[in-house]
Every structure is written in structure tokens, then in C-alpha cells.
């Protein structure tokens, strides 16, 4: 699929999904006959915004029509998009997109040092495909280390580790804000080889991925407290805060901050006993000592 026309399908879908879990009474219409399919109906949604029926019916089946900025913003409104469902938006209609970044597999030597010289906080730094370029030693410790470019992309990590084995306390929470976080940056690459087939291949595979996937949720960065389950340790709390690498395209700095004192005892702890027990990559369900 070229890349307008998987844009226009990926614009179809998102709209279809968010125009269902709005419902009448939000928009101050009253609840009517029952309905077939949860949320508005597509002429509310044209009503409020001020289009066209027909024209909104066009845009929702993917067919190559334009619209404009006071448009988007109207449905927009209409929808109750938040600011990173609204970008998402801009994004599918081609309108105000910066061009896509080169990828990115090779970083300054210097980016490295950086990590190694972070201290006891687990660092590392990610693409916006959610590949894992570099990591410091806490990092390691905290989480697997990674082997080959496919095992260090943390969204095939998360979705293909047994819940039995996930490290992540609270997957109902993380799962689908990383399948958000994916996603806003998905409608980029649309028609990438790269990136079309690391969704194929989880389609495939993670059922759990596929429902998740299939909500057309956007999110944005933001600082937040991810729960961690070591074998050795036990659970930790970490704060994860993101920073821009400038002179770095499309990567990030990703730094987990332990919360508590107990977090920050634990961790190290692991520092501390490099031998500690973890899980192992390729086969999630076992424990692996490092070497």
C-alpha cells in the first residue's frame, strides 16, 4: 500500500474509533432509538462540525478528498481530541507533517559515555520505532539486555513476553500507552518496510497487540511512575522522564529515577551483584544469571 492511501485507511479507522465512544448526551443530543453501534452517528458528528454529510461519510471510508485546518478542528471538537489525538489527526491529513526523519542506528560516541557516567539511574536512549540504540549498566541490570535489533525493540518485548513473565506490574496501564506512544510516530512511516513489519509480525503473533492496536489510541511523552518486577529484587518504582538529544534525529534520553528509598535500595542492590538472577531474552520464561 502506497503511502496516501494507507494514510487515508489509518485516518478512516482512527475517526471510525473515536467517533464510537462518544456518545449523544455529551454532545447535548438526546439518547434516541437504540443503536446498532455504540458512539455518534456520522451525520451528529458532520452536524456539529458544520460539514456536509456526505462529505464526513467520504473522509470516514478513506476516500482521497482534502481538509482543511478549520475543518479537522471542528471535528476535532466534535470528537473531544485531546492535543495528541489532534496532531495524530494533522498527521493522517498530511497537513503540517515535518518530514520523516532519517533512522537513526548509530549514535556519537559521546551519548554512550553519557550513559555510562549517569551514576546508579538506569538510562537509556530510544528512536521513535521504540528501538533501544544504548544503554548503561543500571539499565541492564534492571531490565534484560537485549540481542538483536528485533529483541531490543520494546514494543515486541512487551507484547511477546507471557503475562506470567512480564516484568511490568502494571501491563493493563503500560501495554497500551506504548502501543499510543508507537503509533503517534506510525503515521510517519507509513508504507516503511521496518516499520509495517514489526506491526505485521506483532499482529501476528500477540493477540493481546491486535485489540490494543485495533483502539487507534495516540498518546504523548509524559514523566510518569512504571512499576517493575525483578526476579532478584522484587518490585521497584521508577519515575521515566524523556529528554530530547539535540543534534540527535528522532532519539531520546530516557532516564528512570527511582521513586522511594526502597526502589533505590533494591536497584543498588543489583548493581551491587551483578550475578543476580533475571530473565532471559530469548526464552522469557526462564531465569538467566549474568555472566
Same mark, same amino acid.
Given at each position: ?16 474509533? *473515536?467517533?464510537? *465512544? ?32 456526505? /462529505? ?86 534492571? /531490565? ?43 503515521? *510517519? ?34 514523566? *510518569? ?67
Amino acid at each position: 500500500m502506497t503511502t496516501a492511501p494507507a494514510r487515508r485507511t489509518e485516518l478512516a479507522a482512527f475517526l471510525r474509533s *473515536r467517533r464510537a *465512544r462518544i456518545t449523544p448526551e455529551e454532545l447535548g443530543l438526546p439518547p434516541g432509538p437504540r443503536r446498532r453501534t455504540p458512539g455518534l452517528r456520522r451525520e451528529e458528528v458532520a452536524l456539529h462540525a458544520g460539514v456536509g454529510v456526505t /462529505w464526513y461519510t467520504w473522509l470516514e471510508q478513506g476516500r482521497p478528498i482534502n481538509a482543511s485546518p478549520q475543518v479537522l478542528d471542528a471535528i476535532a471538537r466534535t470528537l473531544r481530541l485531546n492535543q495528541p489525538e489532534l496532531s495524530h489527526l494533522y498527521r493522517l491529513a498530511d497537513i503540517r507533517t515535518a518530514p520523516a526523519p532519517p533512522p537513526c542506528d548509530d549514535l556519537d560516541p559521546t551519548v554512550q559515555r553519557i550513559l555510562d557516567d549517569f551514576g546508579t539511574f538506569p538510562a537509556c536512549v530510544i528512536n521513535s520505532r521504540l528501538d533501544v540504540l544504548a544503554w548503561n549498566a543500571p539499565y541492564a541490570a534492571l /531490565w534484560p539486555r537485549f540481542r538483536g535489533s528485533r529483541g531490543r525493540n520494546l514494543l515486541w518485548l512487551s507484547f511477546t513476553v507471557p503475562a506470567c513473565c512480564s516484568s511490568l506490574v502494571e501491563r493493563e496501564v503500560d501495554l497500551p500507552l506504548l502501543a499510543a506512544l508507537f503509533r503517534t510516530h506510525y503515521v *510517519r512511516h507509513l508504507g516503511d518496510p521496518d516499520w509495517e513489519g514489526l506491526v505485521d509480525d506483532l499482529l501476528a503473533v500477540s493477540p493481546e497487540f491486535t485489540e490494543i492496536w485495533s483502539r487507534q489510541d495516540v498518546a504523548g511523552v509524559s514523566t *510518569r511512575t512504571k512499576r517493575h518486577q525483578h526476579p532478584a529484587v522484587g518490585e521497584l518504582r521508577v519515575v521515566v522522564s524523556n529528554f530530547e538529544i539535540l543534534g540527535a534525529t528522532d532519539v531520546e534520553l530516557v532516564v528512570y529515577t527511582p521513586e522511594d528509598p526502597q526502589s533505590r535500595e533494591r536497584l543498588q542492590w543489583l548493581l551491587d551483584h551483578p550475578e543476580a538472577p533475571g530473565y532471559a531474552h530469548d526464552h522469557p520464561d526462564v531465569l538467566y544469571v549474568h555472566e
